[in-house]
């Protein structure tokens, strides 16, 4: 039997949300964005009636201003995203258990053996949008295929509001016409080599040769080819999010930085991550400290440890080297990214009998006690008590 | 320099100095390996800097001489030779070591022995004898209780405590420590603390018969016996106060005979060894008055339940969960056919130690579950 898959994708969702909980913005234009004054001040989601306006996702709070005077611009919450992802997650869940989320606002969900209970995948998807309007008041776009590709690609054809159903052979009038951009899986990267190869169009991707492909970019070409062609056999897994792969902090800065100053950065971004990594009972092996210049040259570097560890201390020691080793002590810094990644699951502490570790086991351990009852912010490293540390930026 | 040597002694020799010869250096030279023929033998020399290792093979020297040749183009040649007589000449026209067998020659570029740094060996007055089969009994209970180099640097080595008529030799990698009690006839006051890499080496071409002499000054330690002379820097990190660290009395103390319970804890490790299980290789002791019960659980594979009937028990009951691999691999060195066991519940150590010899303790950390 065909599977049948869909794509439910939310509608701006950030500006939705506020739009749902503050009736007042309905109907108008609304941008999210981060704090202009820490420089987080990118728009994060534009309601469609800024969209009409102009108003694109990336923009910076003055460009937006600057196209659409009239926007009301609203601070992100992110706790209000993430409850209304998982209100619409729970209704998801009353149509199939085959529900994986692909991202904040986007979810995958596989209805091929509900169609006696809810009807057609069509009727299931008008239920569904139905439901997710009337219960939270966000509006979706569902892609309707027999397969993930195909539902992502059919999500993506009509926007806002829209319901559109791809099958396989929809493919050549439907997706082939569209650039290779518009691809699932291809990139600015991959857009510039494949125009190289005078592939401008999916359909020109799907009839080149695979085979050459191949020879290109490896298996990633061949998987390009089949997506080009509408044949994808990944199933939907709705344990994606349980398995955690890495866990990373990241930081655009109040402004540019110094070696020195980052120091004290890194430590903060340290803590956060091992309390997240303890929080989920994780431990991992492979640190990865993310940096970008005020010109946006960015530089990515990781480092394996022969142990695996949550502990802050070892995290923030293999950061440190890691900077000190990859980038000029005078050169600016204006993000700073830091993971730990490697996970596997902790099941068991082993103590040690002479190492000091024990002791940061236990102060990390008694930090963790304290910020599960008085909120993340409330204990920190006497280092951030000077200037140019989270107080200040966040 | 021409020698005549058997390629049935010379090889082990060459296959063991290149165990030392360093595969990474900016030091071209150290490669290379220095020969020399004196009267009567032949010794090849080589060193890392922070180890030198000499060995001597009988050999009927015509002419004594020195050479230096790269060591593992050497050994892997002599390797593939048969069994006969090699003759090994200097040709000091060409600079090179002219090799020959039967009807067969090689020749070998060399480096002019001046380059090759000297590496200092101590005087050879012996603080401790011990013969080679004893040392190699007592290196089989310590050497894999050691921390693996690029993981505790500090804990890579085994510490040898002289103190009045007792030597402690011990090892650990800080999860769990094995401590070997002997006899210290020569009443030496002293400490060492030895690279376990070296140990390693020095295990694997120490004679059972002979009897080595170890020498110690100033961060440096010689081992030497009629065939080989081992010379070594010393770890220079304080090795912990181990004592403090052997519980005195125990809660609960149990015989048992060893084969069984290695036996279980073999069938244990298998049910704790799949890939995802690498944290959690966790088997769960319960011991009451009658047997320990041994648990294992992987949500992929399945679990475990064995029964190991107790020899002996001092009473009480007692619960703890251990790395199943530290649990197993004392039992594998240890020899007597029952052992005792102390058990200090879920967070205090557990203690092995032989019935019979009674000297070999060793010592586990159990681990603490994450609620």
């Given at each position: 039997?065909?599977r ?12 939705s ?8 913005l ?11 004054s820490t ?6 989601s ?14 910076t709070?003055?460009?937006a ?22 209100r ?57 295929g ?19 159903v ?12 569209l ?5 699932f ?10 125009n ?13 040769p695979v ?18 062609n509408?044949?994808?056999a ?16 990241q930081?655009?800065?109040p402004?540019?930085y110094?070696n020195g100053?980052?120091k ?15 929080l ?17 040259y960015?530089?990515c570097?990781?480092?394996t440890?022969p ?16 900077l ?6 005078n050169?600016?810094v204006?993000?700073?990214g830091?993971a730990?990644?490697?996970?596997v ?26 910020r ?8 920190f ?14 | ?11 082990p ?8 010869v360093?595969t ?10 220095l020969?020399?023929a004196e ?22 020297t015509e ?10 183009y ?7 030779l048969?069994?006969?007589e090699v ?26 022995v001046?380059d090759?740094?000297p ?13 080679g ?14 921390a ?13 405590h002289?103190k ?9 990698d800080?999860?769990?420590l ?20 070296v ?38 990190t ?51 008055e009658?047997?320990i ?51 200090n ?17 060793h ?9």
């Amino acid at each position: 039997m065909e599977r049948v898959i869909l794509l439910a994708d939310m509608n701006s969702f950030f500006a939705s949300v506020h739009q749902a909980i503050d009736p007042s913005l309905r109907g108008k234009p609304v941008v999210v964005s981060g704090d202009p004054s820490t420089r987080h001040g990118v728009v994060l989601s534009a309601s469609y009636e800024a969209k009409a306006k102009g108003v694109k996702t990336g923009m910076t709070v003055r460009e937006a201003r600057a196209t659409c005077p009239e926007a009301i611009f609203v601070k992100s919450q992110y706790h209000l995203y993430l409850e209304f992802s998982s209100r619409i997650l729970r209704i998801m869940h009353n149509f199939t258990p085959f529900v994986e989320p692909f991202s904040i606002d986007e979810a995958f969900l596989d209805v091929t053996g509900c169609q006696k209970l809810f009807g057609p995948p069509i009727t299931i998807a008008r239920k569904l949008k139905e439901r997710i309007r009337q219960e939270t008041g966000i509006s979706c776009s569902v892609g309707i295929g027999p397969n993930k590709l195909l539902a992502k690609m059919a999500a993506g054809l009509e926007k806002p509001d829209g319901l559109t159903v791809l099958r396989h052979e929809d493919v050549p009038h439907r997706l082939w016409p569209l650039p290779v951009r518009e691809l699932f899986g291809v990139g600015p990267r991959y857009e510039y080599h494949l125009n190289r190869l005078n592939i401008r169009t999916i359909g020109d991707l799907a009839n080149f040769p695979v085979e050459l492909l191949k020879r290109k970019f490896g298996v990633k070409g061949e998987v390009l080819w089949l997506c080009a062609n509408g044949i994808d056999a990944s199933p939907v897994d709705p344990n994606t999010l349980k398995q955690t792969k890495s866990i990373g902090q990241q930081i655009t800065l109040p402004r540019d930085y110094r070696n020195g100053e980052l120091k004290t950065v890194i430590l903060e971004l340290a803590d956060l991550v091992s309390y997240r990594a303890r929080l989920k009972k994780c431990i991992g092996k492979t640190v990865v400290l993310f940096l970008k210049d005020p010109h946006f040259y960015c530089l990515c570097r990781r480092q394996t440890l022969p142990e695996y560890t949550n502990l802050a201390a070892d995290i923030s020691r293999t950061a440190l080297e890691l900077l000190k080793r990859n980038w000029p002590a005078n050169w600016s810094v204006r993000m700073v990214g830091l993971a730990l990644a490697n996970l596997v699951p902790q099941y068991a502490d082993q103590p040690a009998l002479f190492d000091e570790k024990e002791k940061i086991k236990s102060i990390e351990k008694a930090c963790d006690l304290v910020r599960n009852k008085y909120g993340k912010e409330t204990i920190f490293r006497a280092a951030s008590l000077k200037e140019g540390c989270w107080k200040y930026y966040t | 320099m021409l020698i005549k040597c058997q390629q049935s002694e010379l090889s082990p020799a060459l296959s063991a100095v290149c165990k030392i010869v360093p595969t990474r250096t900016t030091i071209p030279v150290l490669k290379g390996c220095l020969c020399s023929a004196e009267k009567g033998k032949f010794c090849v020399e080589v060193t890392d800097l922070e180890s030198g290792l000499k060995i001597q093979i009988p050999a009927e020297t015509e002419k004594e001489g020195k050479t230096v040749v790269e060591a593992r183009y050497l050994a892997e040649l002599i390797r593939r030779l048969p069994d006969t007589e090699v003759t090994l000449s200097f040709d000091e026209e060409a600079q090179q070591l002219v090799i020959s067998c039967g009807r067969s020659c090689y020749r070998l570029n060399t480096w002019p022995v001046e380059d090759y740094p000297p590496f200092s060996l101590l005087a050879s007055e012996g603080k401790y004898k011990i013969v080679g089969s004893k040392f190699k009994s007592f290196l089989k209970r310590l050497l894999f209780a050691v921390a693996p180099q690029d993981i505790r640097p500090g804990y890579s080595g085994v510490y040898f405590h002289f103190k009045g008529n007792v030597l402690n030799i011990v090892a650990t990698d800080t999860y769990r420590l094995a401590l070997l009690e002997v006899e210290n006839e020569e009443f030496l006051e002293d400490e060492i603390f030895v690279p376990a890499h070296v140990l390693g080496e020095i295990n694997r071409i120490l004679n059972d018969e002979d009897v080595m002499s170890i020498s110690w000054n100033n961060g440096m330690a010689t081992f030497q016996t009629p065939y080989f002379n081992f010379t070594t820097r010393l770890l220079e990190t304080k090795f912990p106060n181990y004592q403090q660290v052997i519980p005195l009395t125990s809660q609960l103390q149990v015989k048992v005979n060893r084969l069984e319970l290695m036996a279980a804890l073999e069938r244990a490790s298998l049910f704790v060894s799949s890939p995802d299980h690498k944290q959690s290789s966790i088997t769960q002791l319960v011991v009451d008055e009658q047997s320990i019960y041994i648990t294992a659980v992987s949500s992929h594979i399945g679990s475990l339940y064995e029964e190991v009937s107790l020899l002996d028990t001092s009473g009480g009951k007692c619960e703890a969960a251990f790395n199943t691999r530290f649990l197993l691999e004392p039992l594998r060195v240890m020899e007597s056919e029952a052992i005792v066991l102390n058990l200090n519940g879920a967070d205090g150590p557990a203690v092995y130690h032989e019935e019979e010899v009674g000297s070999y303790f060793h010592l586990v950390l159990p681990v603490r579950p994450v609620s």
